[in-house]
C-alpha cells in the first residue's frame, strides 16, 4: 500500500475536534464517497480506498447522503431491457404491464 503525507494547519484538528488519525480516516471515506458520488469509481473499490467493508460503505454513503445506486435513466432503461427476465417490483399481473411500458418481450 502506498503512503502518503500531507501537510495540514494545526487549526484544522482543534477545528474539527479531531486527532490526525481520526482526520486521516474521515478523509479517507469522504473522497472515496464523492468519487463515487461522481462515477469516477465503482461501490466496491471505494470501499477499498475508504478501508471500508462494502456494507459498512453504504451506510457512509448514508451518512453523506448520497444514493447508493449511481444509475442513468439510459443505462437503467437498457438494463430492463438485456435482463433475462422482466424486472418488476410487482410479479404478478402488474408485470406485464411493467414488460409493455419498458417494450420487453
Known amino acids: ?6 501537510e495540514m494547519p494545526e487549526a ?7 486527532a490526525p488519525n481520526e482526520f486521516a ?3 479517507r471515506v469522504a473522497a ?15 470501499a477499498e480506498i475508504a ?11 448514508s451518512h453523506y ?9 439510459e443505462a437503467l432503461i437498457e438494463e430492463m431491457r438485456v435482463a433475462p427476465r ?9 408485470g406485464s404491464l411493467c414488460r409493455i411500458q419498458f417494450g420487453i418481450k
Not at 1 to 6: A, H, K, P, R
Not at 32 to 46: D, F, T
Request: hydrophobic content about 45%; charged content about 20%.
Open 12 to 18: 484544522v484538528f482543534s477545528v474539527l475536534c479531531q
Open 32 to 46: 472515496a464517497v464523492k468519487w463515487y458520488e461522481l462515477g469516477r469509481i465503482s461501490q466496491g473499490r471505494a
Open 25 to 27: 480516516r474521515e478523509m
Open 86 to 94: 422482466p424486472i418488476c417490483f410487482h410479479d404478478c399481473l402488474i
Open 51 to 61: 478501508g471500508l467493508r462494502r456494507a459498512d460503505f453504504i451506510d457512509a454513503l
Open 1 to 6: 500500500m502506498t503512503q502518503l503525507t500531507l
Open 65 to 73: 447522503r448520497v444514493n447508493p445506486y449511481q444509475y442513468t435513466a
